[in-house]
């Protein structure tokens, strides 16, 4: 059981850590892709956030946004392969995050085909995220490895 398990982290984990490598390697000078896909849908997340809270949002580099995503995927995807909760918890925020901004379905009419996509891909992050809340679910419910005692052997005489 035990390979099967650090084999399927491995596998689960790799969506994570290839899509932080290849962040990585497109960032450039101006954040590469990501940042041109993520720059508008951002805005209209912190124009709504500002309108439904009343509070001003601060500006926010482009950059800083992807490189903190990719951070949070990378070291998340690694501390999961090794069976970390706290890793779990990391790509945990990294889905809440940018789930509901890049996937934004609901600014869609839904009779356009992107609409489909976007839906389809928020559906897909939800299926992440609840893949990793099972783990952590079940991480957790697992009594923890204690130490046995070594009973004394008894003197016969």
Same mark, same amino acid.
């Given at each position: 059981?035990?390979?099967?398990?650090?084999?399927?982290?491995?596998?689960?984990?790799? $969506?994570?850590?290839? @899509?932080?490598?290849? =962040?990585?390697?497109? $960032?450039?000078?101006?954040?590469?892709?990501?940042?041109? !896909?993520?720059?508008?849908?951002? #805005?209209?997340?912190?124009?709504?956030? &500002? &309108? #439904?809270?009343?509070?001003? =949002?601060? !500006?926010?580099?482009?950059?800083?946004?992807?490189?903190?995503? =990719?951070?949070?995927?990378?070291?998340?995807?690694?501390?999961?392969?090794?069976?970390? @909760? $706290?890793?779990? +918890?990391?790509?945990?925020?990294?889905?809440?995050?940018?789930?509901?901004?890049? +996937?934004?379905?609901?600014?869609?009419?839904?009779?356009?085909?992107?609409? !489909? =996509?976007?839906?389809?891909?928020?559906?897909?992050?939800?299926?992440?995220?609840?893949? %990793?809340?099972? $783990?952590?679910?079940?991480?957790? @419910? %697992?009594?923890?490895?204690?130490?046995?005692?070594?009973?004394?052997?008894? #003197?016969?005489?």
């Amino acid at each position: 059981m035990g390979f099967f398990s650090f084999l399927g982290r491995v596998l689960f984990a790799a $969506f994570f850590l290839l @899509s932080a490598w290849q =962040t990585y390697n497109d $960032f450039g000078v101006d954040g590469g892709p990501a940042a041109k !896909e993520i720059k508008p849908k951002l #805005k209209v997340a912190l124009l709504h956030i &500002s &309108s #439904k809270f009343g509070i001003a =949002t601060p !500006e926010v580099d482009i950059k800083h946004v992807v490189a903190t995503i =990719t951070a949070l995927k990378g070291l998340g995807g690694l501390l999961f392969v090794f069976g970390s @909760s $706290f890793g779990a +918890y990391l790509l945990l925020l990294q889905l809440a995050i940018t789930t509901p901004i890049l +996937y934004d379905f609901y600014n869609y009419d839904p009779t356009k085909p992107k609409f !489909e =996509t976007l839906l389809t891909d928020f559906a897909q992050n939800m299926a992440l995220f609840g893949a %990793m809340l099972f $783990f952590i679910g079940v991480k957790n @419910s %697992m009594p923890r490895r204690q130490l046995k005692k070594k009973a004394p052997k008894a #003197k016969t005489t």
